[in-house]
Every structure is written in C-alpha cells, then in structure tokens.
C-alpha cells in the first residue's frame, strides 16, 4: 500500500512562508500526476497545484504567483512553498498521487496550516 506522508504545516502570521513536504514510500516513477489539495474548514476540498507526467505545473488562480511546486526524486518527496500567506490560505492540506497503471489516487493525511491575521 501507498504511503504518503505530509509534514511542515504550523501556524504563520499572514505574510509569511511555510514549506509542506510530502514523502512518499515508492518511487515517483509509479506515479503520473502528482500534486496538493487542500480543505478549509466547512469547505469542500479544492485543487491547489498538479504536476503531470510530462512535468507541466499548474496552479489554482487564488494561489499562482505566490504558491511554488517542487520535487526531489531522488527522496521521493515533494514539496509545496508557500508564500506570502494569506487568512483565506488556512486549510488542511493533503499531498496526492496517482498510479499511472491502476490510476488509484492516493492520498496523505492531511497537514494543518493556519494563518493568522
């Protein structure tokens, strides 16, 4: 079974920066597209960032330019950099992946980040 684990969520005054890694126990090579979600508090989950098999980025609108994707295959981690926070940016946030033969989405457990005013 896929494992991915996320860490680096905390609390942040509006303005700062955090750093969210997600480490997974298999290879990305398993994986086609890849990327982070996230859930506010009586909200519905919504799309942050995706990168495809092809390495295409794309954000959300409400996070582009302030929100950065990156990866480390070699520590099959990914990571997403937040910047420049905002209180609307507060939400659970969950790495995911999926399996480019079985196409199963696999998902994290989630990561609290909370920005204060």
């Known amino acids: 079974q896929v494992q991915l684990v996320e860490s680096g969520g905390g609390l942040v005054q509006a303005g700062g920066s955090l750093r969210l890694s997600c480490a997974a126990s298999e290879s990305f090579f398993m994986f086609s597209a890849m990327g982070w979600y996230r859930q506010a508090p009586g909200e519905q989950r919504e799309w942050v960032t995706t990168i495809t098999s092809g390495g295409i980025i794309n954000y959300a609108d409400s996070v582009k330019g302030r929100f950065t994707f990156s990866r480390d295959n070699a520590k099959n981690t990914m990571y997403l950099q937040m910047n420049s926070l905002k209180p609307e940016d507060t939400a659970v946030y969950y790495c995911?992946?999926?399996?480019?033969?079985?196409?199963?989405?696999?998902w994290g457990q989630g990561t609290l980040v909370t920005v204060s005013s």
């Open positions: 995911s992946a999926r399996n480019r033969l079985t196409q199963v989405r696999y």
